[in-house]
């Protein structure tokens, strides 16, 4: 009999979500990665719930991605500012999850998102794990642990203070920079859709560039917001075209009450 994934055993010594810190403790960097997390998770929705009927997904948020177990835990993990994995529960045994450890599922994210609030140095950082051992408190680059360790398909850095966007694909074992479309989007085909910059305001926050979806001919995938507002606006106009007929209808002598 063929033994599966699922069913080989986790020793004890290997923790769990629950037995893992959920935090390391530092601060968000800037004030619009909170808006902006939630916008690419407002926005691609409706594509997620379509992808997986079953809701058999999860998206983190800042959360950490332990993909080495270590002492003290948190240098065994990386915290991208926004990940979406596919074929996992949104939940463990009813609990929500504190963070995604990899020895115990296996599946790496699809796509992560960096929201760099510098220059991106932190994030193209590829020192690798034997380099960083060698020096006290250091920790292998994040570029590198999402490309060799996690092997992350799709990677974005956005530089937030430049407005500059650079989206890397795993091919053949490495990373390899995207170009952009005719649209200056980068496509994500798993996915179905286009990820850009949106110049626009969100919130209160004044108008600026945002990370945001389109499908793949170059729609723009509205947050639930902007979806009623359309919603609202299509409506006024069928008001608005219902009236104008029923004027048409009295200036002829029929009345548009009367069936």
Not at 21 to 33: A, I, L, R
Not at 107 to 129: F, H, M, Q, Y
Not at 196 to 204: D, E, K, P, T, V
Not at 232 to 239: T, V
């Amino acid at each position: 009999m063929s033994e599966t994934l699922a069913d080989i055993g986790i020793p004890p010594q290997f923790p769990d979500h629950t037995q893992l810190p959920e935090s390391d403790g530092t601060f968000v960097k800037n004030f619009q990665e909170h808006p902006q997390t939630v916008i690419l998770t407002d926005s691609i929705a409706q594509v997620l719930q379509r992808l997986h009927p079953d809701g058999e997904y999860c998206i983190g948020q800042d959360c950490g991605i332990y993909w080495r177990e270590t002492e003290p835990p948190e240098k065994g993990a990386a915290a991208p500012d926004w990940f979406y994995v596919p074929g996992v529960p949104p939940r463990l045994d009813g609990k929500n999850r504190r963070s995604y450890v990899l020895w115990r599922e296996y599946i790496p994210p699809l796509i992560a998102v960096e929201l760099a609030s510098g220059n991106g140095d932190e994030e193209r950082d590829v020192t690798p794990l034997p380099l960083a051992g060698s020096r006290e408190g250091a920790k292998p680059g994040k570029f590198w642990v999402y490309e060799r360790i996690i092997r992350i398909p799709y990677y974005a850095i956005y530089e937030i203070s430049n407005d500059k966007l650079e989206v890397y694909h795993l091919v053949d074992f490495s990373y390899h920079k995207m170009q952009p479309n005719e649209r200056g989007h980068y496509p994500i085909p798993p996915l179905g859709v286009e990820l850009g910059l949106w110049q626009g305001s969100y919130l209160n926050n004044p108008e600026q560039f945002w990370l945001r979806w389109w499908d793949l001919e170059g729609n723009l995938l509205l947050i639930g917001k902007e979806e009623a507002e359309l919603q609202r606006q299509k409506a006024q106009q069928a008001e608005r075209k219902a009236a104008q007929l029923a004027e048409r209808l009295r200036a002829m002598g029929i009345d548009p009450e009367v069936e």
